[in-house]
């Protein structure tokens, strides 16, 4: 089992920054995806960054230049660098991991959340 902790959201006014971090602990050896997902209400979950165990990185258009996603491996945390924050970033910011299991197949493990809201 893997437990995946989220922290450093809060509130931040437009332009503001926020570094969120994401903590796994556990069974924490095969994990080689991790990323950021959020939600605001009634809009669909979205992908916002993933990272690779390498360090190959995805972000959505919409945050590209602006966040940054990096990870420690050593640590099993995952970060999320959130610059130039714009209204439209607040939502409940997801963690995510996925596990290769011994028989190779994926799993996902998920945070609780934490929220993020950008307002003046």
């Known amino acids: 089992q893997v437990q995946l902790v989220e922290s450093g959201g809060g509130l931040v006014q437009p332009g503001g920054s926020l570094r969120l971090s994401c903590a796994a602990s556990?069974?924490?050896?095969?994990?080689?995806?991790m990323g950021w997902y959020r939600q605001a209400p009634g809009k669909q979950r979205e992908l916002v960054a993933t990272i690779t165990s390498g360090g190959t990185t995805n972000y959505v258009d919409s945050v590209k230049g602006r966040f940054t996603i990096s990870r420690d491996n050593a640590k099993n945390t995952v970060f999320l660098q959130m610059n130039t924050l714009k209204p439209e970033d607040t939502a409940v910011y997801y963690c995510?991991?996925?596990?290769?299991?011994?028989?190779?197949?994926?799993?996902?493990?998920w945070g609780q959340g934490t929220q993020v809201t950008v307002s003046s």
């Open positions: 556990g069974t924490i050896f095969r994990i080689n995806v």
């Open positions: 995510k991991a996925e596990q290769i299991r011994i028989d190779y197949t994926r799993y996902d493990y």
